[in-house]
């Protein structure tokens, strides 16, 4: 906060009249000549600065002819015509003011008009930046400075400065360093220019004052027809005020819709009521958080609606939030989320938790430690879960997600027995998890990368995951992918490619699978026809079902599967209509049953988990109105989930023909 020092003096002397002796006189008296004046204020003052380097006005004082140095009350109080350009001196609203003689309906607003009881208006000269100090905001952390403060950014959001190419810009509305206390929000209105509201760092603090419950510091009234388009907001301390029972008396620090705005180099502190956030931003594109500094809210980055598209949020801190770092609730989503180079850490719920339905997102470059402390409870999973990041809980539609070059701290500040870098219950777009480095800690705790499902539907839509580059403290204690639902779940787990992962099929030939759940006969036949190269087998029911012909696999002679995630997949086509196939494991029975909604080849796949040792049987039967029904099946796959499906390719059908299964999975 300024001192009294750094503010414009009145010149002293028999020329000129003290500010605090004027206010007692009826009328403003004569002063220093113009020119004389600026030079006896001094060349680094306000006053000076802001009469010097502007233009000379239209309704100037010629430089010779005296300029009355006089207080705000004084210039009001004249009943006769004034000097033709007065200089206020009143401490924070010190500025060179010139009679308009042609304006009689301006009102008086204190900050660029002063309306004299002749009726006469006089107006600031300056260029730049309104100061809220000259409308009376005070600054003092004790007055309330809600109206002065609205006064400014109602003059400022009607005046406008016009761009070379003739475009009109809003001005830019200063807060000099000070702690202004609010009673009530500010309203900035989106059907007005736009502003650039700036402040001194952390000099200029904005606070809440007394009982009532603020919605917000910065409110924008706005909705998603009607956004705050081209705002900037920078360089300003935003801190929750207490009311008389020491309970914080605002929600959130702004709030809400924005379009092609920016808030720049804020610190954002307190506002942790429930539901509340360092910024509730709704509907809008092109909006950017940077450098920002967002500490003890609820929320630091609140959605209020969806489609929130191209948000930016770029070399953020992010600390100590309840609810999450950034939330996107299950209405509010985003068609591209860009998350880059920010430290989240320390909060009690994730660093990142996005519900609502996203296209593309993308964290990176980011450093995470301390985060969901304490127990996050989501849909469908039974035991409360600690992550970083969790993505779809809402069911909604997520990704692609990449995340790429974190470095990631699952070893500090979680005493749980288990915990995630990521949850993902829905990503139909994909998850790529990449250049990523975990510190681990040593047993008994133990973490995963990426943790996928349940949801409330037996459907996985997580799709594409794909991991690589990543380096692991401690990998003894530490799974790269984890599933926490198996039974009666479709999904996409045949198209993860996990670097780490071997890519071996130990599904042996069709040709020796034998039955292995018996559902009432059918058959397994061999043909001439191939698909993708691939050799074709009919599988054809007696009645409605066939039995399930597959294999069993022996733990004990492959360990390198035992407590592994795997996944059974095949092309299938039905020949018949409502045919359809139907997957199996002795662990968890049937896994896809739906007859099929195409007569075209498609892939179908199951995950399941391998126990430490003994025996699993794994096959596939066919399904069908009647008998006879007939399904082909090609290319099935018995591998670790990781080794993508796509990446097992034809093998000659020499090789095939005449070879036992050992000799079979030698040869891969």
Same mark, same amino acid.
């Given at each position: 906060?300024?001192?009294?020092?750094?503010?414009?003096?009145?010149?002293?002397?028999?020329?000129?009249?003290?500010?605090?002796?004027?206010?007692?006189?009826?009328?403003?008296?004569?002063?220093?000549?113009?020119?004389?004046?600026?030079?006896?204020?001094?060349?680094?003052?306000?006053?000076?600065?802001?009469?010097?380097?502007?233009?000379?006005?239209?309704?100037?004082?010629?430089?010779?002819?005296?300029?009355?140095?006089?207080?705000?009350?004084?210039?009001?109080?004249?009943?006769?015509?004034?000097?033709?350009?007065?200089?206020?001196?009143?401490?924070?609203?010190?500025?060179?003011?010139?009679?308009?003689?042609?304006?009689?309906?301006?009102?008086?607003?204190?900050?660029?008009?002063?309306?004299?009881?002749?009726?006469?208006?006089?107006?600031?000269?300056?260029?730049?930046?309104?100061?809220?100090?000259?409308?009376?905001?005070?600054?003092?952390?004790?007055?309330?400075?809600?109206?002065?403060?609205?006064?400014?950014?109602?003059?400022?959001?009607?005046?406008?400065?016009?761009?070379?190419?003739?475009?009109?810009?809003?001005?830019?509305?200063?807060?000099?360093?000070?702690?202004?206390?609010?009673?009530?929000?500010? %309203?900035?209105?989106?059907?007005?220019?736009? @502003? $650039?509201?700036? *402040?001194? +760092?952390? =000099?200029? #603090? &904005?606070?809440?004052?007394?009982?009532?419950?603020?919605?917000?510091?910065?409110?924008?009234?706005?909705?998603?027809?009607?956004?705050?388009?081209?705002?900037?907001?920078?360089?300003?301390?935003?801190?929750?005020?207490?009311?008389?029972?020491?309970?914080?008396?605002?929600?959130?620090?702004?709030?809400?819709?924005?379009?092609?705005?920016?808030?720049?180099?804020?610190?954002?502190?307190?506002?942790?009521?429930?539901?509340?956030?360092?910024?509730?931003?709704?509907?809008?594109?092109?909006?950017?958080?940077?450098?920002?500094?967002?500490?003890?809210?609820?929320?630091?980055?609140?959605?209020?609606?969806?489609?929130?598209?191209?948000?930016?949020?770029?070399?953020?801190?992010?600390? %100590?939030?309840?609810?999450?770092?950034?939330? @996107? $609730?299950?209405? *509010?989503? +985003?068609? =591209?989320? #860009? &998350?880059?180079?920010?430290?989240?850490?320390?909060?009690?719920?994730?660093?990142?938790?996005?519900?609502?339905?996203?296209?593309?997102?993308?964290?990176?470059?980011?450093?995470?430690?301390?985060?969901?402390?304490?127990?996050?409870?989501?849909?469908?999973?039974?035991?409360?879960?600690?992550?970083?990041?969790?993505?779809?809980?809402?069911?909604?539609?997520?990704?692609?997600?990449?995340?790429?070059?974190?470095?990631?701290?699952?070893?500090?500040?979680?005493?749980?027995?288990?915990?995630?870098?990521?949850?993902?219950?829905?990503?139909?777009?994909?998850?790529?998890?990449?250049?990523?480095?975990?510190?681990?800690?040593?047993?008994?705790?133990?973490?995963?990368?990426?943790?996928?499902?349940?949801?409330?539907?037996?459907?996985?839509?997580?799709?594409?995951?794909?991991?690589?580059?990543?380096?692991?403290?401690?990998?003894?204690?530490?799974?790269?992918?984890?599933?926490?639902?198996?039974?009666?779940?479709?999904?996409?787990?045949?198209?993860?490619?996990?670097?780490?992962?071997?890519?071996?099929?130990?599904?042996?030939?069709?040709?020796?699978?034998?039955?292995?759940?018996?559902?009432?006969?059918?058959?397994?036949?061999?043909?001439?026809?191939?698909?993708?190269?691939?050799?074709?087998?009919?599988?054809?029911?007696?009645?409605?079902?066939?039995?399930?012909?597959?294999?069993?696999?022996?733990?004990?002679?492959?360990?390198?599967?035992?407590?592994?995630?795997?996944?059974?997949?095949?092309?299938?086509?039905?020949?018949?209509?409502?045919?359809?196939?139907?997957?199996?494991?002795?662990?968890?029975?049937?896994?896809?049953?739906?007859?099929?909604?195409?007569?075209?080849?498609?892939?179908?796949?199951?995950?399941?988990?391998?126990?430490?040792?003994?025996?699993?049987?794994?096959?596939?039967?066919?399904?069908?109105?009647?008998?006879?029904?007939?399904?082909?099946?090609?290319?099935?796959?018995?591998?670790?989930?990781?080794?993508?499906?796509?990446?097992?390719?034809?093998?000659?059908?020499?090789?095939?023909?005449?070879?036992?299964?050992?000799?079979?999975?030698?040869?891969?």
């Amino acid at each position: 906060m300024q001192d009294g020092s750094s503010y414009p003096q009145t010149p002293s002397g028999d020329q000129t009249m003290p500010v605090d002796e004027v206010a007692e006189h009826p009328s403003p008296q004569p002063g220093l000549a113009r020119r004389r004046l600026f030079a006896a204020l001094g060349a680094g003052s306000a006053v000076a600065a802001v009469a010097l380097a502007g233009t000379r006005p239209a309704h100037a004082a010629d430089d010779d002819e005296p300029v009355t140095v006089t207080s705000l009350a004084a210039l009001r109080g004249l009943s006769a015509s004034g000097p033709a350009a007065v200089v206020i001196g009143d401490t924070g609203q010190e500025g060179l003011f010139v009679r308009d003689a042609e304006d009689t309906d301006s009102p008086d607003n204190t900050g660029t008009v002063i309306v004299t009881g002749a009726g006469e208006r006089y107006k600031r000269e300056f260029t730049g930046a309104l100061d809220v100090r000259w409308f009376g905001a005070k600054g003092d952390g004790v007055t309330d400075d809600s109206a002065a403060i609205q006064a400014a950014v109602d003059v400022a959001q009607t005046m406008g400065e016009t761009s070379r190419q003739g475009y009109v810009t809003g001005r830019q509305l200063h807060f000099p360093g000070g702690l202004y206390a609010l009673g009530s929000p500010i %309203r900035f209105d989106p059907t007005e220019r736009s @502003l $650039t509201v700036s *402040g001194e +760092g952390l =000099s200029t #603090q &904005i606070t809440s004052t007394g009982d009532d419950i603020l919605e917000a510091l910065f409110l924008f009234d706005t909705t998603r027809s009607e956004r705050a388009g081209n705002w900037d907001i920078r360089n300003i301390f935003f801190l929750s005020g207490r009311d008389s029972n020491d309970q914080t008396n605002v929600v959130d620090a702004i709030r809400g819709h924005f379009t092609y705005s920016k808030f720049v180099d804020l610190r954002i502190y307190g506002f942790g009521r429930d539901g509340g956030a360092g910024v509730s931003i709704g509907y809008g594109w092109g909006n950017t958080f940077s450098r920002c500094l967002i500490q003890y809210c609820d929320t630091g980055i609140r959605s209020m609606d969806n489609e929130m598209n191209a948000l930016n949020i770029t070399e953020c801190v992010i600390q %100590r939030t309840v609810t999450a770092g950034i939330y @996107l $609730t299950p209405t *509010g989503g +985003g068609q =591209s989320v #860009q &998350i880059r180079g920010c430290t989240i850490e320390s909060n009690e719920g994730p660093a990142v938790w996005i519900e609502g339905a996203t296209g593309v997102i993308e964290v990176s470059n980011c450093y995470f430690e301390r985060n969901c402390t304490e127990p996050l409870t989501i849909a469908d999973r039974p035991d409360p879960v600690h992550a970083d990041l969790v993505f779809g809980t809402d069911l909604r539609r997520a990704g692609p997600i990449r995340i790429a070059n974190n470095l990631v701290n699952l070893n500090t500040g979680r005493e749980h027995a288990h915990g995630s870098f990521v949850i993902a219950h829905c990503a139909d777009g994909g998850i790529e998890v990449v250049g990523t480095k975990v510190s681990n800690p040593a047993e008994p705790r133990t973490r995963s990368l990426v943790s996928i499902g349940p949801n409330s539907t037996p459907v996985y839509t997580v799709r594409n995951l794909v991991i690589r580059d990543t380096m692991v403290q401690r990998p003894e204690t530490f799974e790269l992918v984890e599933i926490d639902q198996l039974a009666q779940v479709v999904n996409h787990f045949h198209e993860a490619s996990i670097d780490q992962v071997p890519t071996v099929n130990y599904c042996p030939t069709p040709s020796s699978f034998t039955s292995v759940a018996a559902h009432g006969g059918g058959s397994l036949t061999a043909t001439d026809r191939t698909y993708r190269q691939f050799p074709v087998w009919d599988l054809t029911t007696t009645g409605e079902r066939s039995d399930v012909f597959g294999f069993e696999i022996d733990l004990d002679e492959y360990p390198e599967l035992a407590n592994r995630f795997v996944y059974f997949a095949c092309w299938v086509r039905s020949k018949n209509a409502d045919s359809g196939a139907v997957l199996w494991t002795s662990q968890l029975g049937d896994q896809v049953s739906e007859p099929s909604q195409t007569t075209g080849w498609e892939v179908i796949s199951y995950a399941d988990r391998m126990p430490e040792s003994g025996q699993v049987s794994i096959g596939i039967g066919a399904l069908g109105p009647a008998a006879g029904s007939t399904v082909e099946i090609a290319k099935p796959v018995f591998a670790e989930v990781g080794a993508r499906f796509e990446d097992f390719q034809p093998l000659s059908l020499a090789l095939l023909a005449g070879i036992g299964r050992s000799e079979f999975l030698r040869g891969l």
